[in-house]
């Protein structure tokens, strides 16, 4: 075998993983093309095809018995710790997302940001680090970036240098590459748990309290239609799994989603989601040809996992002819702004609706806006439950139920403040009671500390 020392750094597909520390037998360019050798020679003694037809752990158990016995072969000093290391990221190599593996296997880590080959972010409890992670070169970066996008049908090149994509744990996988990516080849992961969050987590969190979370349960309870607003990262989504483990179990629940991220619990559920176009530009299937699907599909309930154009409309007409109780998220600052962006969305469906029948649509359609926010320490919080009242003059009435007042920062950094209800009763609270739910005394009177 020829020594690792020969084999430059114009290798294709030799990986840089973590960085070697310091005080090892070899420097870091070494380390590097001492993996490139490994992964070469490697792909030269094992027969691919034949590893498909094994068992995953069976056949990761013979490909590292070979790589180790390359490393042996190898004419470089290596610790016991340093063997293993290499080992086990020219496995990643093989059977994996290279460098990318020991961060997907980080369960505490929710977005994994890729700028360039030279740079790796992840984002942990809503803040942002710096990783010493780091890929070879941009052409190893897009050796990875085709193993993602190969995998469900997709290819990204010159003539289509954007592309969404999922892994197989439901990740969702966002790719820009040169020429619209100055700098290089440009990933990004969301990543969503396996195990759902639950009530008692947002609570333990304090995202929400237990009393405002006993009225956005009664509301669902009660098939009052929400939207969940906030922006990217707050949480919607979350929110919205959790909201949805309170809708009946007799009920048949259909989900639309652009990628599919809702866990719901229920038995009864149809899941759709949109498909993109193909490598020709063709057959792609929007959300609003799902929504109005759905409608034929005898939904009691229809979850849109996020409103971001015309398909508004049909979601609205749906809450309005028989489906209450529906669900969705958007995207939006505020309360107020959620409702506009409704009305912008809708305004997408070309039908040169006047804005007053629009509008008339909203406060008839939704009950209940519900903003959370992503904190500058990283924190998630309900900021305002707010409650559609219907119209005054050309204007949807709203009023705030409960909010989120930010009282300042301590000195760890950790933004302090207290939920507080303003007051006002909801309209809704007839509603709530006619569907059997029992609500504490004062519950929309109290402050409550965060």
Not at 42 to 64: F, H, K, P, Y
Not at 361 to 388: F, K, N, P
Not at 421 to 444: E, H, Q, R, S, Y
């Amino acid at each position: 075998m020829a020594n690792a020392k020969t084999f430059g750094p114009d290798m294709r597909i030799g990986s840089g993983t973590w960085a070697p520390p310091r005080n090892v037998g070899v420097s870091a360019r070494a380390y590097q093309d001492l993996k490139t050798t490994l992964h070469r020679e490697l792909i030269g003694q094992i027969d691919l095809e034949r590893l498909t037809t094994l068992e995953d752990v069976r056949a990761r158990s013979q490909v590292r018995e070979v790589i180790q016995g390359l490393i042996v072969k190898l004419d470089t000093p290596l610790s016991t710790v340093e063997r293993d290391r290499l080992s086990r990221e020219v496995l990643h190599e093989v059977f994996g997302l290279g460098p990318l593996e020991p961060l997907l296997q980080d369960v505490t880590i929710n977005d994994i940001l890729v700028n360039t080959a030279k740079q790796v972010y992840v984002e942990r409890n809503g803040v942002l680090e710096l990783t010493n992670v780091m890929f070879k070169d941009d052409a190893h970066l897009r050796h990875i970036i085709d193993k993602i996008v190969s995998t469900v049908g997709r290819r990204v090149d010159e003539s289509s240098p954007m592309c969404d994509a999922r892994l197989l744990d439901g990740s969702r996988v966002n790719v820009i590459i040169p020429p619209l990516a100055v700098d290089g080849p440009i990933l990004s992961i969301r990543r969503f748990g396996k195990i759902p969050i639950g009530t008692q987590q947002l609570i333990a969190n304090r995202t929400v309290t237990s009393p405002i979370f006993e009225v956005l349960k009664g509301a669902v309870r009660a098939k009052l239609s929400m939207v969940i607003s906030g922006g990217t990262g707050a949480g919607k989504t979350t929110l919205l799994n959790v909201m949805s483990g309170y809708i009946n179990d007799s009920e048949r629940i259909v989900t639309i989603e652009d990628s599919a991220e809702l866990q719901l619990q229920q038995a009864h559920v149809v899941r759709l989601e949109c498909r993109p176009p193909n490598v020709e530009g063709k057959g792609a299937v929007r959300q609003r040809e799902l929504v109005i699907n759905a409608l034929r599909m005898r939904p009691d309930r229809i979850i849109v996992g996020e409103v971001r154009g015309e398909e508004a409309l049909d979601m609205l007409q749906a809450m309005n002819t028989g489906h209450d109780g529906s669900l969705t998220t958007i995207h939006a600052n505020s309360p107020r702004d959620a409702v506009a962006r409704l009305e912008t969305m809708a305004l997408m469906s070309n039908l040169n609706l006047p804005e007053k029948a629009l509008r008339q649509q909203i406060a008839s359609a939704v009950s209940v806006v519900v903003q959370i926010a992503r904190l500058s320490d990283g924190t998630r919080r309900v900021t305002h439950v707010t409650e559609i009242t219907g119209m005054t003059g050309d204007v949807v009435a709203m009023q705030d139920i409960f909010i989120f007042e930010k009282l300042g920062i301590d000195v760890n950094g950790r933004v302090f403040g207290r939920f507080r209800a303003t007051g006002v009763a909801p309209k809704f609270a007839d509603k709530l009671k006619k569907a059997g739910i029992v609500l504490p005394p004062n519950i929309f009177e109290h402050s409550f500390e965060a």
